[in-house]
């Protein structure tokens, strides 16, 4: 005996997800926070790079060199008294290297909050432009598929006349069909 698996639409949405799966397509998938998002990454790494660039300036007297060399010894020694030598260099390297870290991802967090009512205008300026463009290029969408089925429609039962008409009308459509928003990533 063979048993099948129940297939439930049931969804506790006020929406099946036939309708759900077409709407998803129509809506518009611009977010003010995936905007916002985009706005503190980039935020964040411009951030990444005033940090090293302010730490090489400092470095240009070279007592921060020195200071954070120290620092990661003495931090080496609390933490690894018994170490080889080749080891304790390692070490010490690596401490060194987690400073540097420390200080230049500070200031990109620093540059990040500074710069937080900007992306917070911004992305909300961007999120809202780059919305009414899709809603415009979505809805244009949904009417030139209206008038390709009508004309689908119309071309079945048309006379010779009549479809040379529709062809025409069709090579009308193809060249002003609707044009893709600037920001959407050509493939």
Avoid at 51 to 73: P, R, S, T, W, Y
Avoid at 147 to 153: F, G
Avoid at 162 to 175: D, S, T, V
């Amino acid at each position: 005996m063979r048993v099948n698996p129940v297939k439930s639409y049931h969804t506790f949405g006020a929406t099946n997800p036939q309708t759900q799966k077409q709407n998803s397509k129509d809506t518009n998938p611009i977010s003010k926070t995936g905007e916002k998002a985009k706005l503190a990454q980039a935020t964040f790494i411009a951030g990444l790079g005033f940090g090293a660039k302010l730490l090489f300036e400092l470095m240009d007297g070279e007592f921060i060199v020195e200071d954070l060399g120290n620092a990661a010894e003495k931090i080496v020694d609390k933490q690894h008294k018994n170490a080889s030598s080749n080891k304790r260099l390692l070490l010490q390297f690596g401490a060194f290297a987690g400073l540097l870290a420390m200080f230049i991802g500070g200031v990109a967090i620093l540059y990040t909050l500074f710069k937080s009512p900007n992306i917070n205008y911004e992305g909300n300026v961007n999120a809202y432009k780059k919305g009414k463009d899709m809603d415009v290029y979505i809805k244009g969408n949904q009417i030139e598929k209206e008038l390709y089925t009508q004309m689908n429609d119309k071309a079945k039962v048309a006379t010779d006349k009549e479809k040379a008409k529709l062809q025409e009308q069709y090579m009308k459509m193809q060249m002003a069909k609707n044009r893709v928003p600037d920001f959407v990533k050509q493939l």
